[in-house]
């Protein structure tokens, strides 16, 4: 039933006891067939992960994520226009139009990053810009802000260099345990992080190790803010409907934190799915 609704991801490792390392193998090939179902989300992860240009549908959110980046291209170039130093006041007469999932790693706000108005974005940071789990405090905070403030877009802003990252990368090659509380986190990553493993794994010939690794950690960090997307989207009935029906976009984006510049991913590639596909016995297990 897992794997039916595609909740469970089911894969395939050897690992070398004298090494410690582990050779990830992924999912069986013939998994549509053993299930007896159409699992489109497997196959997307099945299939080696190349960005898929899906820019904002409306025009509220096209206006949105041109400002983003518009304001991200001056923080970068120091040319900010909201600056603290040049602004400090915050403002309660704007509405947000943004909420923003980000990384607690990062050491500046996100506001300073996308050089905003103070009050246009609501953002929330967590390690490894995670969403949490249906019911949660993190999960809540979100729907709270899109219930009250209806977004227009909300935007999972991954991290190059996040730590978060690396620590799951090191777990999937066979690292020490970590705590359990760690390991909540590191779970909710992992997903992605073997995925780009898997990836590497399949075209790494010809590539330096350092190379290697760099290339994993960015494909890794692209598709853990699309598979935090996709969490909200398949857990919270609140998030689905505003996307549905109110006009609510979720993008992803990279950022670069040795240069501060932002990259758009876009929409999840499966978006229409995500939005069609019937998950009213998840809502009623929750």
Known sequence: DGIASEELMLVGAVYNIEEGSVEW?????????????TLHLHRWRQTPYARKSMPPSTSDAREIIDRLREGNTRFSENHEM?????????????????????????????????????????????????AGHAGGAMFASLEFAVVRF?????????????????????????????????????DQIAPSCLKAVIDSDRASAGETRG??????????????????IEQILT???????????????????????TTGKVDFVGQHPLVEYLLARDISIKENAH
């Open 150 to 186: 209806a977004p227009k877009v909300l935007v999972v802003v991954g991290h190059l260099g996040d730590e978060v990252v690396s620590a799951s990368l090191e777990q999937i090659r066979g690292g020490k345990m970590t705590s359990k509380s760690m390991r909540y986190v590191l």
């Open 82 to 130: 909201y600056g603290v130093h040049e602004n400090p006041s915050i403002s309660h007469d704007v509405e947000p139009d943004t909420v923003l999932v980000g990384s607690s790693n990062l050491r500046i706000s996100y506001e300073t990053v996308f050089d905003s108005k103070p009050g246009q974005i609501i953002a929330q940071k967590c390690m490894g810009n995670i």
């Open 25 to 37: 193998l992924g999912p069986h090939p013939e998994q549509e067939s053993i299930v007896g179902a």
């Open 235 to 257: 857990h919270s009935p609140i998030i689905r409907d505003a996307a549905k029906n109110r006009g609510l976009e979720l993008h992803a984006a990279i950022l670069d934190s």
């Open 211 to 228: 190379g290697r690794r760099m290339q994993i950690e960015q494909t890794a960090t692209e598709l853990n803010a699309l598979y935090t």
